[in-house]
């Protein structure tokens, strides 16, 4: 018998996730859901990297100026200057959050923009057999 109010439902709640990430670390599907997390990242963060690097070299090579060692030296630079945080202004329309994201390195919010796309599909891989045992169980209708 479960609790009523908001106490109950945290309580109900925290029951299921304990048992349900116990049970994923035992069938070693955590493992494989964090591993595709990271292999994921991994290849994100290198096509970005691989991205801004092309960009800065054709950008050198459009105008003259020699090209950056690094990739990502550019993009710094880009960011320090006031065009970068003017454009930003311009997108988010608001002084605060164009701010904010100007201090940041562009990376950390491609990755953030990323892991928020990707963790619902990771999600749907983890519950697809859960569901699945519920439903053939009828415990879930």
């Not at 105008?63 to 960011?79: I, N, Q």
């Amino acid at each position: 018998m479960t609790a009523v109010g908001p106490a109950g439902f945290v309580r109900d709640v925290g029951l299921v996730a304990r048992y349900e990430l116990a049970e994923a670390a035992r069938s070693k599907l955590l493992i494989v859901i964090a591993l595709l997390f990271v292999a994921a990242g991994g290849l994100a963060a290198w096509s970005f990297t691989e991205v801004v690097s092309t960009v800065e070299e054709n950008a050198a090579r459009l105008t003259g100026a020699p090209a950056a060692r690094r990739p990502g030296a550019t993009m710094r630079r880009l960011r320090d200057s006031g065009s970068y945080q003017e454009l930003l202004r311009r997108v988010m329309r608001n002084q605060q959050k164009a701010d904010y994201f100007a201090a940041i390195p562009p990376i950390v919010t491609f990755f953030s923009w990323f892991a928020f796309n990707i963790t619902p599909f990771l999600v749907l891989l983890g519950s697809a057999e859960t569901i699945a045992t519920e439903v053939g169980s009828r415990a879930i209708r």
